[in-house]
């Protein structure tokens, strides 16, 4: 058993090499291109943060949190976004309706790997998807410095812990999502990226002092409040609503098993019936 796991990670590990190499390669091809789109998409990511931030600046503080929290939460929720892009961006893995709306997961189950190692691997944008991260990273920084906290080497590890928890709270929701695109290819083909942007849409608002009805729709049927809030409190010593710590936690695991019946169910019926939306000459409908 371990012999086996190993070589699945061996394997896993030349695989994102291989596509950090195909990444590198295309930032190498048109360096100016790729820089641009870089560029352009961390101005439009800082943007976004901006709003918040600077309401929290003039005021003092939003929904009872100081500036330097909300900065903090603003920080986290960059980092979630840059992990996920980091890991998932590439070949539309995360946004995985796409392809199975298009009926291109028939070219993943006619190659000589098994389906969980190429989605686990085909993401991974080094070099050309890690300038969210690298951007939540510093204003992490920037936030725990003016904060004081005193950030060792389990607060770290907590750190880490809860973003992996996080990106797999995200990959969920996806592919929960994604998987009415089996049975309604052609509406639900965009379903994964509607899904995920509307927790995008709410992840960077401050939970803290809203009604208790509303923390708890989003902390539960729509799980924006996972995204930044309740995890960045966490962080904070400050646990919301006096739920427990690892309730990210059970809820990212619930996630995950309730995606993954959807998810197999859906491929059981794709096995039967496929996906028909190619005309003869290949154009799809």
């Keep these: 058993m371990a012999g086996k796991l190993l070589r699945s990670l061996r394997r896993c590990g030349r695989l994102m090499a291989l596509y950090a ?9 048109d360096t100016k291109f790729a820089l641009t789109c870089i560029f352009t998409e961390l101005v439009s990511y800082l943007a976004g943060l901006s709003g918040i ?21 603003l920080a986290y929720a960059a980092m979630v976004a840059g992990v996920f892009q980091l890991f998932f961006s590439a070949n539309n893995v995360g946004h995985i309706s796409r392809r199975i709306g298009r009926g291109q997961l028939d070219h993943m189950l006619i190659q000589p790997l098994p389906l969980h190692t190429q989605l686990m691997t085909e993401g991974f944008l080094p070099f050309t998807g890690s300038s ?3 951007t939540g990273t510093v204003l992490l920084c920037v936030a725990a410095s003016r904060l004081g906290l005193p950030v060792s080497l389990g607060w770290l590890t907590r750190l880490l812990g809860s973003l992996a928890v996080t990106t797999g709270m995200c990959l969920g929701y996806s592919y929960l999502a994604s998987s009415l695109a089996f049975w309604f290819p052609v509406q639900a083909e965009e379903i994964a990226t509607d899904a995920l942007e509307l927790l ?3 992840a960077t608002y401050p939970l803290t002092g809203m009604p208790l009805a509303l ?3 989003m902390l539960t049927a729509v799980p924006a409040g996972l995204m930044a809030w309740f995890p960045a409190m966490n962080l904070l010593g400050r646990a919301p609503l006096g739920w427990p710590q690892t309730y990210p936690v059970l809820f990212t695991i619930f996630l995950g098993l309730l995606a993954g ?5 859906g491929m059981m019926y794709y096995v039967r019936k496929g996906i028909h939306r190619y005309i003869r000459g290949g154009f799809r409908m």
Excluded: H, N
């Design 21 to 29: 190499k195909m990444d590198l390669a295309w930032l190498c091809r």
């Design 53 to 73: 931030f600077l309401l929290a600046a003039r005021f003092d503080g939003v929904g009872e949190l100081s500036a330097g929290e909300v900065l903090f939460m």
């Design 132 to 134: 969210a991260l690298l």
């Design 200 to 202: 995008d849409g709410f």
């Design 215 to 217: 923390q708890t729709l």
């Design 261 to 265: 019946f959807c998810f197999r169910k």
